[in-house]
């Protein structure tokens, strides 16, 4: 059974450790580390160029082409072999190139830091007292006795057995961005990891005071240890585009496969040759297969990979650039996306006459910060210390006090430390105008108030304000001032605070973002819901709800003891109309994403801690801070380098964009492979020979077609693109209006070209020459219909055909290939083609120019009317 440290005193602690608050001797010491182990969390296995290289050809769509390389190579067919394998190594090689320039972009961003324990050990006979020892956190076990000071990261769990004005900075494990104030009281058994204030825990930050601390977990036993094994047994499964290729790959290889042996057990009935046969059906195929799809995605997410990096976020998986367009909720923990993440004068209430500058002078006199270079402009400041104290520094700075003018008018002589028993803090301050004595001090509200000269009723009217304050979630801050009329004072004493002058309240908090607001806004706008799940209190969450417009007037925030009241069945109902969770751990978070997901939607989830990394891959995407922990960014799919809830929707945008080229794609390549199937399986059931050899046919898909298909891939994201409907793992890239139009493309032009190789034939002429002309037809008809495939929703005059570079380069490159082709002796050989008359270049130009305009009237008399009515 596991120890509940926080519920149980500091002696029974102690006995059950076997320990003292001398520490261990180094001989325990040692033997604890071979029974417990070193305390540190298994590594990750380190970034492995093989891996990202194998991971290229693991796609349905390479499968099948590696079986037509097979097939090819089996009969001997050295350059369909060689053209079909060119394409796959082309799509692997573009794959690894950026999965790994992601990966060395992220190793960069990490920063290896040895952490160092300060612990108490004893020789092994006991004679000497206590020494203390610095060690590396590793060799940290149970029952050591460590020492910390504000600056330290702590090493390991540890229960606290004396503290001195201790706060420590815990958002890595709860996302609560304001410092827990310690002590060592017991605390009930139920208490929430957040608010278990006698504890501290690995991997949290000192801001402030000394302690004393008995370490009761280390290693996989830490919060953080249980938090890295949920991330070891939370699955990756696979993306909504990964699932859909798969998919269009199945059915790809079903019909061709299904075709293929229909085609040839049929050519066998009728008593054509074994092996001419399957030469046949390996050239439909061919004919089948769009060759160049698999490069043309991979560009497509490449380059989508690439607009997402430029707008400040870094996709370290191709397949998470698409799936960001997928997304239906947005899971975020408030810290860091939706607020700045670092504590910030929020309010100022001046008390009577006095005015805010007079405030801000205590809170800046009053201080502690150390600025290490106060030369320097405000932005650019290297500050460190307590965080409220930064926050109350730097609100003076900006509210135009010169610091180190006042810290020359105002002496300090002496100070009374901060003690979380007397929660006040005040310095006495020697003035170089007049050599006067000024006491400054500042605190909690409920004490200055104590020290105070006002009447019970003003106490009364000043207790509701910073009530008011509090219920919202920021931490408010008295201050109080008295001159002194002394001659000299050496040392100030608790003696000097009393009939003090009451000066007002300052309110802190953590601020919003200045494009939280509209951000969320967008995301509703986009079909896209947004739910915070935060570690952080109850009221703090409302309260940055309410300022961004998330919360409904009546609708619960729900609280992490609640969920686990609740079956999961419960839970998938109050998640259709809850918005906020808070005071959640990681389990709590995973489960709300794992219902999310089983309800249908696509989940986003970010966050910084270590706390939300077993929910970040737990999630469709999972996105972490620039400035989060490494646990938690090496487990995401995308890092945010501004750590902006913004850049996420911008991150979206380009998402849905890149799901929209994928489709053009798809309706290019797949209208041009439809075409040449139904073509030469038709011809062949006629009786004719093939009407396109397979060398040809690969020239067509992969010479003609790969580079404007890849071209498709640059088409620029429209204004309209997050006014549509999120998709979710319902979206199909083959739907109703794509197959419409590679139904028109692939029959209407096999009629065509069909008919005219039926005619050339009858008339006798050279079967080198009739294939030439298909040849040239085809490979033109798509240099013509890659322009309608530009916009789905708009027909081809309501936009400028030509505003892709990279797409007029591809076609002009395509007629130029075509004219090598036919005009240049190596490849009219290995093509087995012949150079055409000007008249035959005529034909041929009519038919791609038909076929555009039987597309464009397709778009008009199915898709377009759709457009509009889901636009209106």
Not at 470 to 482: P, S, Y
Not at 686 to 693: K, N
Not at 822 to 846: A, E, N
Request: glycine share 6%; proline share 3%.
């Amino acid at each position: 059974m596991q120890e509940v440290w926080h519920n149980l005193s500091i002696s029974k602690i102690l006995e059950k450790l076997e320990t003292n608050k001398n520490g261990l001797t180094f001989k325990q010491a040692n033997e604890r580390l071979k029974k417990y182990g070193e305390n540190r969390l298994p590594e990750k296995k380190k970034f492995s160029t093989t891996k990202i290289i194998f991971s290229q050809f693991q796609s349905p769509l390479v499968y099948i082409l590696i079986i037509a390389a097979t097939i090819a190579l089996s009969l001997k067919e050295f350059i369909d072999m060689g053209i079909i394998l060119a394409a796959v190594f082309i799509n692997s090689g573009i794959g690894f190139f950026q999965e790994y320039k992601a990966e060395q972009t992220f190793i960069h961003l990490k920063k290896l830091v040895t952490h160092t324990a300060r612990v108490l050990r004893r020789n092994e006979k006991g004679k000497t007292g206590p020494e203390e020892h610095l060690i590396t956190s590793q060799e940290l076990v149970p029952g050591d006795i460590i020492t910390l000071e504000a600056g330290d990261i702590v090493p390991a769990d540890s229960r606290l057995i004396e503290v001195h004005n201790l706060e420590t900075k815990e958002a890595i494990l709860t996302g609560e961005s304001i410092p827990s104030i310690k002590q060592i009281e017991t605390l009930e058994e139920g208490t929430p990891l957040a608010d278990r204030e006698n504890m501290v825990y690995s991997g949290t930050i000192i801001t402030r005071g000394k302690a004393k601390a008995v370490v009761v977990a280390t290693g996989l036993k830490t919060e953080l240890g249980k938090i890295a094994s949920l991330i070891k047994t939370t699955e990756d499964d696979q993306t909504p585009l990964q699932k859909k290729i798969a998919h269009l790959a199945k059915i790809t290889g079903l019909v061709i496969g299904g075709f293929c042996v229909i085609l040839f057990v049929s050519g066998i009935i009728i008593g054509r040759p074994f092996f001419e046969m399957l030469l046949i059906s390996v050239a439909v195929a061919v004919a089948g297969i769009p060759e160049g799809l698999v490069i043309a995605v991979t560009i497509c997410l490449t380059v989508g990979m690439q607009k997402i990096l430029k707008k400040k976020a870094l996709t370290r998986k191709l397949v998470a650039a698409e799936t960001l367009g997928s997304i239906t909720i947005i899971c975020s923990d408030k810290t860091g996306t939706l607020t700045e993440g670092k504590m910030a004068v929020a309010h100022i209430l001046p008390f009577q006459k006095v005015e805010s500058q007079d405030l801000l002078k205590i809170g800046l006199l009053c201080n502690n910060v150390i600025i290490e270079n106060p030369e320097e402009e405000l932005e650019k400041w290297k500050i460190s210390g307590d965080t409220t104290e930064i926050a109350l520094a730097q609100g003076a700075v900006h509210a135009g006090l010169e610091r180190k003018e006042l810290l020359k008018e105002y002496l300090r002589i002496d100070e009374i430390p901060f003690e979380s028993e007397t929660m006040y803090m005040a310095t006495l301050h020697q003035t170089s105008l007049n050599n006067k004595y000024t006491l400054l001090v500042k605190g909690a509200p409920e004490k200055i108030l104590e020290l105070c000269q006002i009447s019970s009723i003003q106490k009364k009217e000043i207790k509701k304000e910073f009530e008011k304050l509090t219920v919202k979630g920021l931490r408010v801050l008295a201050f109080a001032q008295k001159d002194l009329l002394d001659k000299k004072i050496e040392h100030l004493s608790n003696k000097h605070l009393d009939k003090l002058e009451f000066m007002g309240l300052i309110a802190l908090k953590d601020p919003l973002r200045p494009e939280a607001k509209e951000t969320i806004a967008s995301c509703k706008l986009a079909g896209i819901r947004p739910i915070i799940i935060t570690g952080d209190h109850k009221l703090t969450a409302k309260t940055i709800a309410e300022e961004i417009g998330l919360i409904n007037p009546g609708e619960k925030i729900l609280e992490g003891y609640e969920l686990d009241k609740l079956s999961d069945e419960e839970l998938g109902q109050i998640l259709k109309k809850t918005s906020i969770f808070a005071r959640v751990e990681p389990k709590h978070k995973i489960r709300i994403i794992k219902a999310l997901q089983a309800q249908g939607e696509v989940v986003a989830m970010t966050g910084d801690g270590v706390n939300d990394a077993p929910a970040i891959k737990a999630a469709d995407v999972g996105v972490a801070l620039g400035s989060g922990s490494e646990v938690t960014k090496s487990t995401a799919d995308v890092v945010l380098l501004d750590d902006n809830f913004k850049t996420i929707v911008e991150a979206i945008k380009t998402g849905r964009n890149i799901f929209s080229n994928i489709k053009k794609v798809v309706l290019y390549l797949f209208g041009s492979s439809f075409t040449e199937f139904i073509l030469i399986g038709g011809a062949l059931m006629m009786g004719f020979p093939l009407p396109l050899l397979a060398g040809q046919i690969l020239w067509v898909n992969i010479i003609e077609d790969t580079l404007p298909a890849m071209a498709l891939a640059y088409e620029k994201e429209g204004k309209e693109v997050l006014k549509r409907k999120a998709r979710g793992h319902g979206a199909k890239i083959l739907d109703k209006e794509m197959k419409f139009l590679i139904f028109i493309i692939g029959v209407v032009t096999d009629i065509i070209l069909l008919a005219l190789f039926a005619y050339l034939y009858s008339l006798h002429f050279d079967l080198t020459y009739i294939r030439t002309i298909i040849f040239v037809g085809l490979g033109i008809d798509t240099l013509f219909y890659v322009f309608s495939c530009k916009h789905l929703d708009k027909p081809i005059w309501k936009y400028n055909i030509f505003d892709n570079v990279f797409l007029n380069i591809s076609v002009i490159f395509g007629w130029f290939m075509f004219l090598i082709a036919l005009y240049t002796p190596f490849f009219q050989t290995i093509l087995q083609v012949i150079p055409l008359h000007w008249k035959d270049w005529l034909l041929v130009i009519s038919l791609g120019l038909m076929k555009l305009i039987l597309i464009e009237l397709g778009k008009l008399m199915f898709i377009s009317p759709k457009f509009k009515l889901a636009q209106n």
